[in-house]
């Protein structure tokens, strides 16, 4: 681990993101077609190792069941719109119209709405009858008030995602949650984050979490960089905590906790390098959200983007051309690595010479920071 | 401290500036109601661990009022237009509203106009009546001739601000400012600065100095770093200076000189990263300068801007649209980390896990070069 | 070989493209006039060490003999238009004035027509009939089954290009290409590429090819960056592949495998930076389709601008004022090292006071990322 | 030294431009009026350590007189439009009338007018008659055919300029200049370069010369980089060759040889890191072009402006608002480097501690690469 002196009283570590990072080709080719790009955590089998971010902008009723069927695993925010209204259709339209000069303080009131209990359980059945894999998610804030209503409804996966979540969080005022009792009396399994360093992801995975998200899972990379001083470059983070998956795997005596990248995964390339840092997974924000049947309408925001005292994220425009499908399955209409995504995927795992994602982890990588040429 | 070569005749340690690191959450989480961000030095107690920086775009008596009721500590700049003239209100509305091709030359002419003792007398008298800490700066230059005045009018805390401050300046002219000697028959705590290196910084916490400030206290870095070929990235510096600390700590048998990041903070990110870096408070200029209701009436700018013959900064406009106190204390309006501060650097604080600025020193960091991505 | 930690799981060499590196005089001079560019492979002797790319907006039969004549080698692109059409001259112009909207989809149309194994004939035949060396370029996909048509038809260099070339390629549809068997069996030297590190390289070598092409020949840099996350940086490229050959060199026993630069060369400064970092020679793309005389007409673009399912190129316009002669030989126009590419290369080796390419490979060379300043 | 391995054959030093470096204080600070900045070659004293570069924009008999009043050393480039014109006057006003499309054909015409012997008579002795200290350049190539003409003249200094000066020039075509030879039978003390490592410069030192000229000392950098590949980044390239300096002081038992940073240095801040990396003085070129009153007239070029082959440089405006003195001594205008550069050097050398020009070669630097922040 090489630490850089940053001044006499402060040592750090030299951090990557994908931008920094590109794979090399360095042994034998193989045929596209003969790559398999299939995940599988848990019971669940999915053809592309995809996940569908939890945010208004990605996943709707509608657009989970498109995912799904298109082989990836969609996770509903449950503290989202679609909890909070009964039809919230008009408010995503609205949304997408907003000035940029109200957007914030709109959202801000349209997110006031309280959530209702007996939506989230609406929503997670009309997704089990529609017989696609049923994945919700809630903020480690909501998961003690809400988590009975969601595993009675049935969810076959449960995702609890914050911008940081600890196996260990400090609070007065109220009983925080315990996620190692949470998670073993659980029936379902859970897939937890972000978490951004070694240490904190290998305290997770001692929670007994199927997966952990790795990332900083919530508001721009960028704002968050100038708001709150903290980021967590992706091709380290993801490196870092494929090294914690591995020492656990040893410590626990076989148990694989799924490593899944989220945030920073914007395009086809940088899918690529989530997988070639150890990634066994990516979860989708932005990518998913150019889709033109997506619900944010051309617009993309997380939570963040609404917060009442700090908002730290903003509405983005995305302004994409491709449909959900061609965006994850082709056929390529641009050269940007924003749609045909996994058929990029699957290339680049032929050009290299490996047949699936597991084996892909072992790519070899080459340092060269990305100034735009 | 690795020494780079940059030719065989020359060594330069890697300096890295608040933009190439961040911090990364590796360990607990914490309510963000549960951090403090109290700042006390010497007798006096703030709820933030912001200075105003002494200058006639961010402070006049007004906003120094106002500062200090939000819990900052104010600095008023004893040389600059409310020592010079009666009521430089109408003068301020003037350089708001001049052409930038004839600013430099009429603000020459403006900060021409001699400094008069009474109105510093003055100006403290009203800052005591009005019941917020008292603190008021000089340059080294100044210092001898106006001393008397500053701690016969009474002060809290007197500042000592400079492009560079050394423990020993050399001039033939005049009998030059002894320091040490100056603190030790002075009454009031001292605050000294700029300084940017581990050398200087400890030289400056031997004169018996209360605090020192880090940077180089004038002039933007940009036009400092062209005109004059100096640069002194802050979060080396930062570091450097925290540790001259630590050891000048050990050396004083138990003084704890307080280290003040003076440049180079212009987001809440930056104010997390000056901390992280070592800091225990920040002294703000171009941040607060941008509030509604500060002096400059939406511009900045420092001594450098009106040098008769070497002008070496310029007067910038910054055109933002929050109060004082929004940018302070929130609620934040944009995702810029320029509202709500303290609110930001709460949550970063929340996000590591850390309880007090004091322990947040520790914070885990990562170099990773910032390129606009 | 210097490994970076990018994460605790992951390590990666630090790779340099030419825009990192740069020449350095630092011994004797020599008249630009005394220095040789010549370039010698097989029994194959040319005037400059200059391969014109296998595409259609580079070669067609009338720049092929333009290009051989001017002493370089020209590479005809046995599956492009020409082997495709009788007289593709007027598709050529309609490419050269799509609408960049449709641009790709009327491309992917116009490239759908099969190919002619007797156009492939007549081509060669006039190529060898104009009196210069016959080169022509298959892919690895449709080498086994046109190869003999080529060999038929004559040529005096067989050329095997893909984006990544190994000398194992895996396939479980077809029986892939053995490369050892094919070039043993071949009367004709054989070069074969991309390829962009020393151990793809090195199986190359050992297949028996006289030359290997160094990078990830097709597409344009960006695109496969951005939509597959592979990027091999040349500099590096380049002197990892020289170091292959020598140690080739000395495995078997004094057989010398030709290093060409395929990509990532588009001014004479990157030709010389090939060459310093161990290059025998260069192929051409943009900066011959850069001529006035270019069959591209302006535009430039490679196989993946077409692809039917990933499209990863784009078709680029050029715009350049100068004749394939002034960009070869000058005299030069413009100062941005697009004129006169083997002046330039004079004039670099004469500056640094070598005599020919091959001693050239010897330059001293400097680390300086480049900026743009 | 620090070598880096660009790829398995090839090692590289990495190399730092001014821009990388930046002076840090970090002692006592002194008066500005109590630092000298003069400078002393051989019997010549100069208040300044300012070298006005052989180029038609900067230096015509007018401005070389000029400067020296002010306390430079100009150089007449006497194999400019000065000596092949009784009077370049409407050439040098139509040269900055020029439309860009037409103006390197142009010039290319207007230099091909020969060299007069002559007028290298003349314009040498009008200098001598002014009372400034007489210096004139003649490139490498023709140093052997004029410089009889020059020194029958009379100068008190002679420079020998080209892009690359070696000691060991080869050429087959006619005698080269013996260097050591000639400078052995001059009597004038002459100044010798470009030069950018330390072989070089060593090689240089040993013919005699009084000073080595630090550079590429022709063109622009950025477009010699574009064209011939080559760079020598000015803050490594002047530490190496101060260094040979010492070498070659020990080694010739006490010969001082002056190191003149010659290209790169377009500020104030320049100078100051210049100096600060080991330079006795600068050569400044466009610094000086965009005086008001420099022959120029707003424009700048050098000889490869007009190479009739390979024009690697262009003619550059440059558009100044201040005169040669202002630039220089001041008063300054803009706070971006440009004037009253002797001024910030002063300033710089007082806010670091330093009392005179030799011992500010020893203030500490960073390295701290400026991304435009």
């Given at each position: 681990m090489t630490e850089i002196e940053i001044g006499r009283g402060k040592r750090g570590r030299r951090a990557y993101s994908f931008d920094d990072i590109a794979v090399v080709p360095s042994r034998r080719t193989r045929d596209p077609e003969e790559v398999s790009v299939a995940w599988q955590i848990d019971a669940y089998h999915f053809d592309i190792p995809v996940m569908g971010a939890p945010m208004d902008s990605v996943i709707s009723p509608d657009t989970a069941v498109a995912l799904g069927r298109l082989g990836g695993l969609p996770v509903l925010d449950?503290?989202?719109?679609w909890t909070r209204y009964d039809d919230p259709t008009p408010l995503l339209a609205e949304i997408a119209s907003l000035d940029p000069a109200v957007a914030t303080a709109r959202m801000q009131a349209i997110y006031a709405e309280p959530i209702k209990p007996e939506l989230i359980t609406e929503r997670l059945r009309a997704l089990r009858a529609a017989g696609v894999t049923v994945a919700g998610a809630l903020s480690p804030q909501r998961t003690q008030q809400y988590w009975k209503t969601v595993v009675d409804a049935g969810v076959d996966l449960f995702v609890i995602r914050g911008t940081t979540v600890s196996a260990e969080h400090v609070s007065g005022r109220a009983e925080p949650l315990n996620l190692t009792r949470f998670i073993y009396e659980l029936d379902v399994p859970v897939i937890v984050g972000g978490a951004a360093t070694y240490t904190a992801a290998l305290h997770l995975m001692r929670t007994g979490a199927a997966g952990v998200l790795v990332g900083?899972?919530?508001?721009a990379a960028h704002t968050t960089r100038t708001t709150l001083g903290i980021h967590a470059p992706m091709a380290s983070a993801v490196a870092d905590v494929a090294e914690a998956r591995r020492d656990y795997l040893d410590e626990s005596g076989g148990r694989y906790v799924h490593v899944i990248a989220d945030g920073g995964v914007g395009t086809s390339g940088d899918i690529v390098k989530a997988i070639a840092c150890g990634a066994d997974a990516v979860m989708l924000g932005a990518a998913l959200a150019?889709?033109?049947?997506?619900?944010g309408r051309g617009y993309h925001w997380g939570p963040e983007a609404h917060h009442q005292l700090l908002p730290r994220g903003e509405r983005i425009a995305?302004?994409?051309?491709?449909s959900l499908e061609e965006i994850l399955?082709?056929?390529?209409?641009?050269?940007?690595?924003?749609?045909n995504i996994m058929g990029a995927l699957r290339r680049a795992m032929a050009t290299t010479g490996y047949s699936d994602v597991k084996e892909f982890q072992r790519v070899e990588v080459v340092v060269a920071p990305y100034a735009g040429r």
């Open positions: 449950l503290e989202g719109l900083f899972g919530g508001g150019r889709a033109t049947d997506a619900p995305l302004g994409g051309q491709a399955l082709g056929p390529g209409r641009q050269a940007d690595g924003t749609t």
